[in-house]
């Protein structure tokens, strides 16, 4: 059984589907250029496809007239044309929660960003928007550093502008407890105050059982000061009516999911001219 492959798999998988499937194994760089390179005796042969974000369509599925599975590793198989395929009989699997871990990370390390200015700072500092040449008088320092203080007396401080929060006092609100929810809620765990939780689908006892707080969604969004989205819906999740349920004026959000309003996924939360948060 032929499988073209243009995914990156570990040895343990490679020699797992050879040893349990009797697979034969075709490194490919793209899916379509290799099929397309095949004559039609050769495409006969190909039974598998494994991708992972190359666009796999109605076109290219039926050049493969005894293709039998696409193994999409990913955890949403957005890539495939899961219509072509099942009408053609080909079977379709993906990998749900296989970059939880990851993004789990990712999403921690933007949140800290946020908080404490990280990411800011570092580019005021780079750019020398934050920096001066010329110590204030009195200031000694060392040849070569950063001087974090403004030219203009009058200029606000950017260590005061920027201290941002400590995380020990912290509300984190996560939307969805799915494989990345709950990596994300673990990560939380010991760092701030409360982990909150908000998932419909998932029983409040078994939140409770790992150690976070169940809440409704607008009981979140009043008690959280960060808010990270990893939920999918059809529908809007969070807008403008539900960010005017916030506790705080400096509230921040991270997270990137269909629901969350495009406009609505920048850094911190501030309350509208003239409007109390």
């Known amino acids: 059984m032929l499988a073209l492959v243009s995914a990156a798999l570990t040895p343990d998988v490679v020699e797992a589907l ?3 499937r009797s697979w034969e194994l075709l490194r490919v760089e793209q899916i379509g250029v290799a099929v397309a390179d095949l004559t039609v005796t050769q495409r006969h042969t190909v039974r598998a496809v494994i991708v992972e974000a190359e666009p796999i369509g ?3 599925i039926s050049a493969l007239s005894r293709l039998e599975i696409i193994a999409c590793l990913r955890s949403d198989p957005v890539n495939i044309d899961i219509a072509a395929a ?3 009989g080909v079977v379709v699997v993906h990998t749900p929660g ?3 871990e990851a993004v789990a990370d990712f999403t921690l390390g933007l949140c800290l960003s946020a908080i404490r200015n990280i990411a800011t700072t570092h580019h005021g500092i780079v750019s020398g928007d934050l920096t001066t040449a010329q110590p204030p008088r009195g200031l000694r320092v060392a040849a070569g550093d950063a ?3 403004p030219d203009d007396p009058a200029a606000p401080v950017p260590y005061i502008v920027y201290q941002g929060r400590q995380l020990s006092g912290l509300v984190v609100g996560v939307i969805g ?3 990345i929810g709950r990596a994300v809620a673990r990560r939380f765990a010991g760092l701030v105050r409360e982990v909150h939780i908000t998932d419909p689908s998932v029983p409040a006892e078994e939140i409770k059982a ?3 707080v169940p809440v409704h969604l607008s009981e979140l969004l009043a008690a959280a000061d960060v808010v990270t ?3 999918r819906s059809s529908t809007r999740i969070i807008g403008e009516p539900e960010l005017m349920q916030r506790k705080l004026p400096h509230q921040y959000r991270a997270g990137r999911r269909p629901g969350l309003r495009r406009a609505d996924r920048c850094a911190p939360v501030r309350p509208p001219q003239g409007r109390r948060a």
């Open 98 to 100: 296989r970059n939880a």
């Open 210 to 212: 790992c150690g976070f």
């Open 229 to 231: 989205v990893h939920a």
């Open 147 to 149: 001087i974090w203080r």
């Open 177 to 179: 407890f799915g494989a």
């Open 18 to 20: 050879i040893r349990e």
């Open 86 to 88: 099942t009408a053609r």
């Open 58 to 60: 109605d076109e290219l």
